[in-house]
């Protein structure tokens, strides 16, 4: 990995954010996209859909701030009721849900 990229990850881990490679997530889509279950989202809000759409279009914290207006506070804040709500180990496992969900439920 170049310096450069290597210091944009490290940032990115340190400001508290996942980092998955494309290739890794892409996998991860495509395996639950060719097994596909119906995930409830009930419980889940309005806004906590609107972020977990976000999310499952691979949008960091700081795009979700800048899409909905919302601090970085608010958005960590939505995503922490999303994995708890979803019974999550962690912030892939709510995009899981999302497209489990499909596109009508997000």
């Known amino acids: ?24 997530t892409r996998r991860l889509i495509s395996e ?10 009930d419980g889940v809000t309005p ?19 800048q899409a909905l207006h919302l601090s970085r506070h608010a958005v960590k804040t939505h995503i922490g009721h999303l994995v708890a709500k979803l019974c999550a180990r962690d912030r892939a496992q709510p995009v899981v849900a999302g497209y489990e969900a499909g596109p009508a439920e997000r």
Do not use: Q, Y
């Open 32 to 41: 639950f996209l060719r097994h596909p279950a119906r995930r409830s989202l």
């Open 1 to 24: 990995m170049p310096p450069a990229r290597l210091l944009d990850a490290v940032r990115t881990v340190a400001a508290g954010e996942a980092l998955l490679a494309p290739t890794v």
């Open 47 to 65: 806004r906590e859909r609107e972020v977990l759409a976000l999310i499952t279009r691979g949008l960091s914290n700081g795009e979700i701030e």
